[in-house]
């Protein structure tokens, strides 16, 4: 069983993307639905691994610690 942590969460993995730049940059019309850089979307974005938007809160077995 994987050991989970509370930093080992989407916000801090080296496949996560959340920039509101990348996620206008790959959902391309977004921003006539409004913004990436909206306050509902907080801090959701993309998992590179798993290819599915997702919220920086969650976790899964793939997690690879991203540098600072």
Not at 21 to 48: P, Q
């Amino acid at each position: 069983m994987h050991k989970i942590s509370a930093k080992s969460i989407c916000l801090n993995c080296l496949n996560f993307r959340n920039s509101p730049v990348y996620l206008e940059s790959i959902f391309k019309g977004m921003t006539s639905l409004g913004s990436a850089y909206g306050s509902t979307r907080k801090d959701d974005g993309i998992c590179l691994k798993n290819d599915v938007y997702l919220s920086a809160d969650d976790w899964c077995e793939h997690f690879s610690q991203a540098s600072n």
